[in-house]
């Protein structure tokens, strides 16, 4: 008989908050109060295009606070006013588009919800600048968003990201998983599917929309966007990953089972079915595993 394994899995969205970074970023995106970067051949990654100034919704960062190290940043008051150099869907609370103020709505409202204005809440779509990209030969490619309230578990929103027009599968399960308790923002790092590269060298913008379809009551804001092409994996902060995997019918731990990373790197389990991986780039990650006898598991 077959049988089905998940691990029990601590990775990407738990993963940053349970990472202490290693080395600050070198990055060479240092000019935080522009509204928008284009850099190529950092230490970084290639190429970097940003949109959206970088400084926490116009709050600021704590002392030593690396904003590129994805972890989790104070709680901060709100409402608040967005500056007037901010451009649209920055730093200010956003709502679904399908947002009814009147509704009553099933898994209620979050505190943010009370700012919402429907001019100024209505999500839009960002546009970054790809013309650099036209020659350039893409290796990788990574979405970072700087994000701040997604509680999607809490509100049950849904949320849709598109890129280019194009559903991004990824993003959307990210922001599914996600449940920023308090007003806190942190920066996820989203691999991009070797599918969207074509139309970043051959379109001048890079569209990118994210909405929640379900019209529910979780305000969210974003303070700043970032493509990362040909990302460098050395000159990232590292998280680690900790997880278990089980036996999903009987959850008894399987010991000497394999883990890999989407990179191919791996582990094995221990007698209580725990694994460790340290030293990944921090970021959304899909961890597998494989052992005999079973079908292989996923989770991300
Ligand atoms: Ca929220
Ligand atoms: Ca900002």
Not at 18 to 45: C, G, H, M, P, Y
Not at 59 to 75: A, L
Not at 83 to 108: H, Q, V, Y
Not at 142 to 151: G, H, S
Request: charged share 25%; with cysteine.
């Amino acid at each position: 008989m077959t049988r089905h394994f998940f691990p029990i899995f601590i990775l990407g969205i738990c993963l940053a908050n349970n990472i202490q970074a290693q080395v600050k970023t070198r990055t060479e995106d240092k000019n935080w109060t522009a509204q928008s970067a284009e850099l190529a051949n950092t230490l970084e990654a290639d190429y970097i295009i940003r949109v959206g100034d970088i400084d926490n919704l116009g709050f600021g960062w704590p002392e030593g606070f690396d904003p590129f190290c994805s972890r989790s940043t104070e709680v901060h008051s709100y409402p608040w006013e967005a500056k007037k150099e901010d451009a649209a869907g920055f730093d200010r609370i956003l709502m679904s588009s399908k947002f009814n103020p009147n509704a009553s709505l099933t898994c209620g409202n979050d505190g943010y919800s009370a700012a919402y204005d429907p001019k100024l809440s209505k999500p839009v779509t960002y546009q970054l600048p790809t013309k650099i990209l036209k020659d350039a030969d893409i290796q990788n490619a990574y979405l970072q968003i700087f994000l701040d309230d997604f509680q999607s578990p809490t509100f049950c929103s849904k949320f849709r990201v598109t890129i280019n027009g194009s559903r991004f599968a990824e993003a959307e399960k990210l922001l599914s998983f996600l449940d920023q308790t308090g007003p806190v923002g942190k920066l996820v790092t989203i691999p991009i599917p070797e599918e969207f590269y074509k139309g970043f060298k051959e379109k001048p913008v890079m569209s990118l929309y994210i909405d929640d379809v379900n019209g529910s009551g979780d305000g969210f804001a974003i303070d700043f966007i970032r493509l990362l092409v040909n990302r460098k994996r050395d000159n990232t902060c590292k998280g680690t990953i900790i997880g278990r995997v089980l036996d999903k019918e009987t959850e008894q731990p399987i010991a000497n089972a394999t883990v890999f990373l989407a990179d191919k790197s791996s582990v094995t389990t221990n007698a209580e079915g725990q694994f460790r991986i340290t030293g990944v780039p921090t970021g959304y990650e899909i961890v597998s595993a494989s052992y005999a006898g079973y079908n292989d598991g996923a989770a991300g």
